[in-house]
C-alpha cells in the first residue's frame, strides 16, 4: 500500500504492508533511527512520536494509519546543532545516561510544554508517566524539563 | 515487532465498514490499536483484514442532551474525554480515563475499543455497568442498543457481533459516583477496580474478579462489604495477587468507590 507521511517537514512516499509498524516505517525504510524500539509492548516509551500533534507510541501504530499525516520524531527538534532549550537542558541536568529513553522522553516533554509551558511538578511527572527509564532514576530528567518550564 | 501478513481497510461511513466486516469471518475493527495492535503482536489475536474506524466522523464526538444525557462516540479518546467540557456533566468519565495507562496510550485509546475489547482488567467495563450506561450496536439489520448489564458476555466477547459495530454510549445524568482500583504502579495494569453510582439505591460494578463486571446493589456503603461476601466471588489467581487477595480487594474497593460515590 503506497503511503506518503511527512516526517519533521519532508514528505515520504513508500510503498509499505500494512502490518508494518510506524516505528518499523521510520527507522527500516526512511533511516531515521532516533526514536528507539525499547519493549515492543507499548509500555516503555521510546519509540514515542508526536503524530498530528498528538505524542503517541509508534510500536502501536501502523505505518498506513499515518497516511497523510505529519509526524515529528527527535531527529526533527535541534536546528542543525543547535539544541532546543530542553535538549540542552537534558545535558546540563545530567538527565541521560545510557541514552536509550532519551528520544521518547524529549518527545513527551516537549508535546507536554508545548500544550503546558508552566506544568506543576504533578504535571511534569504524569506527563512522563509513559516513558521508563532504566539508569536515571527520573529525578534529572524531572529538573531538566522543570528548568524550561515557565 | 513484525505482525502476522493483514489486509488493510480504512471505511468513509458505517455501511461501508460494516460491508468490509461481513465480507470475511477473520475481518475485526481496528479502533484505537492500542489494545489490539499488541494483542497481534502476541497472535493472541491474527485477524484477516483490519477495518479503520479512524476516518468514521459519525463515531466521533460527546454531546450533552438537555436533559444532562450524554451521547458518546465510540472513537473519543480517552484524552478528549478528560478535556471535553460537555463530559465534565458526568466528572466520573474524564476522572477514571485519566488512570488510564499513560498519555500516549490516553492519546490514542478509545471508549469503544476499551468496552468492545472488554479486557477485564480495563476500568471502563465496570464504570459504564456502575453508572447504567446504553451501548447501541449497529449491523446490517439496523440499530439494537443494550444496557451495560447486558453488554459484557465473557472475558474479550460483547454483544456486539463479527458484522456489528458500537456505533453510541449513551450515558444518563448523575453526578454521585466513585470508582476505586488497585494497580500495578500507578494507573499500571489493574488487579482489582470497582465503580459505583448512587441513583436511588447503590449500584457498584467490580471488575477484575470475574469474566465480565459483577453488580451488585445495596441500600447504604455500611453494607457493601456484606454484600461483596454475599457474592461469593472466586477471582482467578495470577503472577501479580492470589484468588483471595482479589477477593479481600473487591470488599475494601467497593466500599471505597461506594463512600466516593455517596460523597463521604
Known amino acids: ?150 | 515487532m513484525l505482525l502476522r501478513e493483514v489486509e488493510y481497510v480504512k471505511p468513509s461511513s458505517i455501511a461501508e465498514a460494516l460491508t468490509n466486516l461481513a465480507a470475511n469471518d477473520g475481518a475485526r475493527a481496528l479502533a484505537g490499536g492500542q489494545t489490539l495492535i499488541n494483542v497481534m503482536k502476541a497472535r493472541a489475536a491474527s485477524p484477516d483484514v483490519l477495518v479503520d474506524l479512524s476516518g468514521l466522523e459519525e463515531l466521533k464526538g460527546i454531546e450533552l442532551g438537555s436533559d444532562g444525557t450524554l451521547s458518546i462516540g465510540p472513537m473519543t479518546t480517552y484524552t478528549e474525554l478528560m478535556d471535553s467540557a460537555e463530559a465534565r456533566a458526568r466528572p466520573i468519565l474524564g476522572e477514571v480515563c485519566s488512570k488510564i495507562a499513560d498519555v500516549q496510550v490516553r492519546n490514542r485509546g478509545t471508549i469503544g475499543g476499551n468496552l468492545c475489547a472488554n479486557d477485564p482488567t480495563n476500568h471502563l467495563p465496570p464504570l459504564m455497568a456502575a453508572i447504567g450506561a446504553e451501548l447501541t450496536i449497529t449491523g446490517a439489520g439496523g440499530e439494537r442498543t443494550v444496557p451495560a448489564s447486558d453488554f459484557f458476555l465473557g472475558v474479550y466477547m460483547t454483544a456486539v457481533g463479527q458484522t456489528e459495530l458500537l456505533t453510541r454510549i449513551t450515558i444518563p445524568a448523575g453526578k454521585h459516583d466513585g470508582f476505586a482500583a488497585v494497580t500495578l504502579g500507578v494507573d499500571g495494569t489493574c488487579i482489582v477496580n470497582a465503580a459505583a453510582s448512587m441513583n436511588g439505591s447503590l449500584r457498584i460494578a467490580i471488575g477484575c474478579v470475574d469474566a465480565v463486571p459483577v453488580l451488585i446493589e445495596v441500600e447504604s456503603p455500611d453494607t457493601v462489604r456484606a454484600a461483596v461476601r454475599a457474592a461469593a466471588l472466586h477471582p482467578p489467581d495470577d503472577v501479580h495477587a492470589s484468588s483471595e487477595y482479589r477477593a479481600h480487594l473487591a470488599e475494601v474497593l467497593a466500599e471505597r468507590a461506594a463512600r466516593q460515590a455517596v460523597g463521604e
Not at chain 1, 509498524?21 to 527507522?27: G, N, T
Not at chain 1, 526514536?35 to 509492548?41: E, P, Y
Not at chain 1, 527520573?138 to 522543570?146: D, G, L, Q, S, T
Open chain 1, 1 to 150: 500500500m503506497n503511503v506518503a507521511v511527512t516526517v519533521n517537514g519532508t514528505v515520504y512516499e513508500r510503498d509499505v504492508e500494512a502490518r508494518k509498524l510506524l516505528i518499523h516505517f521510520l527507522r527500516d525504510d526512511i533511516d531515521l533511527t532516533g526514536s528507539h524500539i525499547g519493549c515492543d509492548t507499548g509500555n516503555c516509551g521510546a519509540c514515542s512520536v508526536i503524530l498530528d500533534g498528538t505524542l503517541v507510541k509508534s510500536c502501536m501504530v501502523l505505518a498506513v494509519q499515518a497516511n497523510g499525516s505529519k509526524v515529528e520524531t527527535v531527529e526533527g527538534l535541534a536546528d542543525g546543532e543547535q539544541l532546543t532549550a530542553l535538549q540542552q537542558a537534558f545535558t546540563d541536568h545530567h538527565a541521560l545516561q545510557c541514552g536509550y529513553c532519551t528520544p521518547g522522553m524529549l518527545m513527551s516533554a516537549t508535546s507536554l510544554l508545548r500544550s503546558n509551558p508552566s506544568p506543576s511538578d504533578e504535571e511534569i511527572r504524569k506527563a512522563l508517566q509513559g516513558n521508563i527509564c532504566r539508569c536515571t532514576g527520573y529525578w534529572n530528567i524531572f529538573e531538566a524539563v522543570k528548568s524550561v518550564a515557565r
